[in-house]
């Protein structure tokens, strides 16, 4: 499997890496408890959309619904907002936690590159780290600036290729066969986000997010790097995989103990496109 394989074979991404949120949990602990941010980050995704009352919004890749769990009480009045995923079971855990809490929220299971909605439907789509597992993006593009009104934003976060290179580094120390990857390999990036975009959309802005991690615990690490879709897509036997992690956990231990902290680059932010 290449590099472009593992991030975007539909059927490992919805049936294992995302068949529910928990490698996505602990890869988001880590951000949680070790941020340098003052805003956190679906917060500040949140505070640049500037939702305004009654705006249709459609999120593609909506994951467990974290955008609104983390931002409910800024939710404008009489706002629609569909939250689609690929997997079912991402769409069924955003359903659970949002269905009932008094807001206009539509639950469905879509296929970015086939929307089912009618041209001009939503003011906003967003895709928060989602594009680069879409294997025709082109034609998802194409599709979200079909459902948008003609007035309407489409915001799309991702990363950039120094985004963990820390966290890379380290799960090279456990399976060196991924060099063959050329890791990290994202088709959307900040890099290059403008020019794929710019196919599309006339009007394209970056927003880079300002944020590092300081580690100062091991086990949220070592959780971050089991979750982690290449070494997982990998599949280390169990003993080169305990045996790896036992060498991080001592060296990474280690490194608290003497920094106070174990620091990891962050390169994220949002595009906007209209």
């Not at 602990?26 to 009654?54: C, D």
């Not at 091991?218 to 997982?232: F, G, H, K």
């Amino acid at each position: 499997m290449t590099d472009k394989e593992v991030f975007q074979d539909k059927i490992y991404l919805r049936d294992k890496q995302y068949k529910d949120s928990s490698n996505l949990d602990a890869r988001a602990n880590l951000h949680r408890l070790y941020s340098t941010s003052p805003l956190e980050w679906h917060a500040w995704v949140f505070e640049n959309m500037a939702v305004q009352p009654g705006m249709t919004v459609l999120e593609c890749g909506c994951g467990p619904g974290w955008l609104w769990r983390h931002n409910l009480e800024r939710i404008p009045q009489n706002c629609q907002i569909t939250l689609s995923d690929f997997s079912d079971g991402m769409v069924a855990e955003a359903e659970a936690a949002l269905a009932d809490t008094g807001y206009d929220f539509r639950f469905q299971t879509v296929n970015i590159e086939e929307i089912p909605f009618p041209d001009d439907s939503f003011d906003i789509v967003v895709a928060n780290h989602m594009l680069y597992h879409v294997p025709n993006l082109q034609k998802g593009l194409a599709e979200v600036r079909r459902v948008l009104k003609p007035d309407g934003k489409f915001f799309a976060a991702t990363n950039g290729d120094d985004h963990m290179k820390e966290i890379k580094e380290l799960a090279l120390k456990i399976a060196p066969q991924v060099n063959e990857f050329e890791w990290p390999h994202l088709t959307f990036r900040m890099e290059n986000g403008r020019s794929l975009l710019s196919s599309t959309f006339d009007n394209i802005e970056l927003i880079p997010y300002p944020d590092s991690l300081e580690v100062t615990e091991v086990e949220p690490l070592i959780a971050y790097i089991q979750s982690m879709t290449l070494l997982q897509a990998i599949g280390l036997d169990e003993e080169t995989a305990s045996k790896g992690l036992a060498k991080l956990t001592a060296a990474i231990a280690q490194e608290i103990k003497e920094k106070g902290a174990f620091h990891i680059t962050k390169s994220s932010g949002l595009f906007t496109a209209h």
